[in-house]
């Protein structure tokens, strides 16, 4: 019975693999200038994922759509991104969106409509993330 539910769940991860290649959107058209200030904001920002969940599926549409270019961290197929979730944001569940702040605290992001609607804002503009001052422009 074992092996039936494994290959089960074989199956269905190449289906959430399949549709996440067929179906991924397409990206928002910036100004170079404005595609620049999106890719150094989310230089802060690392999503703990895993390829073929369906949650970190949706969340990678949406930065897709919003062409934001987040680093990803796939924890199962990395021990040492695994480690760092479970030791340093609190348990090891993705999708997880790491926001490092200025002082060097992390803030954990856990739910996928959450982090979906933060990278949305981020996108809009309605939210900011300060840059380190080695990240930011020479005024």
């Not at 970190?56 to 480690?83: G, P, Q, S, T």
Request: with cysteine; hydrophobic share 40%.
């Amino acid at each position: 019975m074992k092996y039936f539910w494994m290959s089960i769940r074989f199956v269905l991860a190449q289906i959430i693999l399949i549709a996440d290649f067929c179906y991924r959107p397409k990206g928002t058209k910036r100004s170079t200038e404005k595609q620049n200030d999106m890719d150094e904001q989310c230089q802060q920002l690392a999503l703990y994922q895993y390829a073929a969940c369906p949650f970190c599926v949706k969340v990678r549409w949406a930065m897709k759509r919003n062409n934001l270019n987040i680093e990803l961290r796939d924890a199962k197929r990395n021990a040492e991104f695994a480690y760092e979730l479970e030791n340093q944001g609190g348990k090891l569940k993705v999708p997880c969106l790491k926001i490092t702040h200025l002082d060097g605290t992390s803030q954990w992001m856990y739910e996928s409509k959450d982090i979906i609607a933060y990278l949305q804002n981020i996108a809009d503009g309605h939210t900011r993330i300060e840059l380190e001052p080695s990240l930011a422009k020479a005024s």
